[in-house]
């Protein structure tokens, strides 16, 4: 490997599972995400370029709700301290189910049956 080639980072061992429960009990999460502590509601996991990401409404960043709310996409690997809270939350309506960067590739997917 050249020094310009770079290795996938991988998720922590467990992380793909966090996210899944989070996502079937609608559970929000909490994170170190670029330096800061993050509280995020996964909507989605999937897969882009061989790696799992998240689309998450932020809940909290560094103890203070955001501004307004967005979905943003976060890179599984990206997560560090990964834990599972009890804090609930609801399906945000700007997620697009059918968008198509989730064709194919979802692995799972908040359900508001």
Do not use: C, W
Request: glycine share 8%; no cysteine.
């Amino acid at each position: 490997m050249t020094t310009t080639e770079r290795r996938p980072v991988e998720p922590a061992a467990g992380a793909p599972a966090i996210i899944f429960e989070a996502i079937v009990k609608m559970r929000a999460v909490s994170a170190t995400y670029n330096r800061g502590d993050v509280v995020l509601a996964p909507h989605v996991i999937y897969t882009r370029h061989d790696e799992l990401y998240v689309d998450a409404t932020t809940v909290e960043r560094d103890g203070k709700p955001p501004r307004e709310e967005k979905l943003g996409t976060f890179k599984l690997a990206g997560l560090g301290a990964l834990r599972l809270t009890p804090r609930r939350f609801t399906i945000s309506e700007l997620l697009e189910r059918g968008a198509e960067r989730y064709q194919g590739v979802t692995l799972m997917m908040v359900d508001d049956a």
